[in-house]
């Protein structure tokens, strides 16, 4: 079985960085990627993600109230959240609208590869 993946980032530099790191995990995956929130959510109706990697802070809006429908789509899914904008609101609203977890860019980018390595060898 594989793990299918989608990284919802705007920054080219951050979805070609996480994507040459998830290619080092073993284990299979599938992974794609979106620069929009819109794109983002077509990949989630269409693809059907296991996990979705999340900033929200993108061009076409802000994502955090996408979470929810992410989770109504699919309810197994499970939403990390990784932004610069780390605050304590932005923690809690993620948390509130069924974020999996949340994740510091500058301070946590290690900490969420080690958890997607930890879902790829539980699948």
Avoid: Y
């Amino acid at each position: 079985m594989s793990m299918n993946i989608l990284i919802v980032e705007d920054s080219a530099l951050i979805r070609a960085r996480l994507l040459d790191l998830f290619a080092c995990i073993p284990g299979n995956k599938i992974i794609r990627t979106a620069a929009t929130l819109s794109l983002g959510m077509e990949c989630v109706k269409s693809a059907w993600p296991m996990l979705v990697i999340l900033d929200i802070q993108l061009p076409d809006g802000n994502a955090i109230g996408s979470i929810s429908q992410m989770k109504k789509m699919l309810p197994g899914l499970d939403v990390m959240v990784l932004t610069n904008d780390a605050s304590a609101f932005n923690r809690q609203k993620c948390q509130q609208a069924g974020a999996t977890l949340f994740f510091d860019k500058s301070t946590e980018f290690e900490t969420l590869l080690e958890v997607v390595q930890q879902q790829l060898v539980s699948i």
